[in-house]
């Protein structure tokens, strides 16, 4: 569905690159997720692949159109939700999704069924302007989903909203997924990442470090350790044991033979840490 083969992109028109010989696929149905910390090229990227940005150099194809020369019949297959709302604030919610329906060639969805979805069928007639930052964000998000897209563009899709907002967008990308949606997430939230991503690729400075799934980065660089919390002499001990070190087996062995444990998990490396651990930068 998406096609990138040496993609360069200067903001200045020189060698000074926001995005620098990046390559990658998204096969249909897939989430992938671009993920880095703010500057690392991820929105620039997404700017080119969408035709809001013209490619530069290399080679990208989306929904199998040549970017290079964007028409109309790419804009009906793709969505595109922006981390910055851009709604009319003159428009109610209602009238913003009914204007930019027209804008597509193809069938779109019920304006009312989108706003339900996220909790706003109830200011379907409130002006945007008077929504708070979190209500233009899912008015936003909502309004990129009204295509019907074959891939769908998403931007720190649960930015600045409260914890159970954000579960129900991530339940509805997950649903769009099922679906055959193919998704390209950009954002720097790698819980939300580890979420939903099949697959992941980290940006830093313009470059792709890697790309893999959550699973395989976590096998590959994160430690085995198992966290113990057990009773002992009226209180509560935990311990931090490797599966690795022969030592370390046999006091967990011992641990278990005591009958006094309260807790015990498997404690997995987070996307965050192997980032960090891969390009020796952090996420802010």
Known sequence: MIKVEGLYHSYSHDDKYAVRDASFEITRGEVFGFLGPSGAGKSTTQGVLTGLLQLQKGNVSVAGYDVKKPVRK??????????????????????????????????????????????????????????????????????????NPEIWFLDEPTTGLDPAIASEIKDIIKREKEKGTTVFLTTHNMFVADELCDRVGFIIDGEIKLIDSPRNLKLQYGEKLVEVDYRKNGGTVREKLSFIDESDRRRLNEIVNTGAIEMMHTKEATLEEIFIKVTGRGLE
């Not at 913003?96 to 007639?125: C, Q, S, W």
Request: no cysteine; hydrophobic share 45%.
């Open 74 to 147: 790419m804009f009906n297959k793709i969505g595109v939700s922006f981390e910055q709302s851009n709604v009319y604030g003159k428009l109610t919610a209602l009238e913003n999704l009914e204007f930019y329906r027209k804008l597509f060639d193809v069938p779109t969805r019920d304006a009312m069924e989108l706003l339900e979805i996220v909790g706003l069928d109830h200011v379907a007639n409130q002006r945007a302007a008077e929504f708070s930052k979190g209500m233009k964000h899912r008015l936003t998000f909502i309004r990129s989903m009204i295509n």
